[in-house]
């Protein structure tokens, strides 16, 4: 679904982080169509020229840790390697698209991990003032048992996190 999205004209002034006086602004990203209505809201309703956006990519694809005790062929790990990288290349194209449409710049990392920790932790490096996040809108059980990305920012953050609901 493609929106037309146009940078909002204002926003709160003061906050902290960026280069010029502007804000730090941390935005999660993945494919998720709630991580791109977060990008969009963020970009239509508060973004100013100012602010320095940093776009944070927390792959879900194989790692060491998350291959303990599963037995994978070398073959078998090393092409879901290359497909996580190669989703990755296209995601950060897409959002590299948006930004270009926009004329806004943006730093994009990628970050291994846990997301929750990932964010948290780039949140405090790049001294954001406010990290961006969609929601998957997970059920009850399944947010019981492994946990909510999004619940784990807003409880961990030493920052506000504003949580996008998908439209």
Same mark, same amino acid.
């Given at each position: 679904m493609a929106t037309d999205i146009q940078p909002a004209a204002a926003a709160v002034t003061e906050g902290k982080g960026g280069d010029g006086g502007g804000r730090t602004i941390l935005i999660a990203v993945d494919r998720s169509q709630q991580a791109e209505h977060a990008f969009d809201w963020y970009m239509r309703t508060i973004h100013?020229?100012?602010? %320095?956006?940093?776009?944070? %990519?927390i792959p879900e694809g194989p790692t060491i840790e998350m291959s303990k005790g599963i037995r994978l062929s070398e073959g078998e790990f090393k092409k879901m390697v290359d497909a996580e990288k190669q989703e990755t290349a296209e995601l950060t194209h897409k959002y590299q698209k948006k930004l270009d449409a926009l004329k806004v710049k943006a730093t994009y990392k990628t970050v291994y991990g846990k997301p929750g920790e990932a964010i948290v932790e780039a949140a405090n490096h790049e001294n954001a003032a406010v990290v961006i996040m969609g929601t998957r809108g997970i059920g009850t059980l399944r947010r019981t048992v492994m946990g909510s990305v999004s619940d784990y920012v807003v409880h961990h953050a030493h920052t506000p996190v504003i949580v996008c609901r998908g439209s």
């Open positions: 100013r020229p100012e602010n %320095h956006i940093v776009l944070i %990519h």
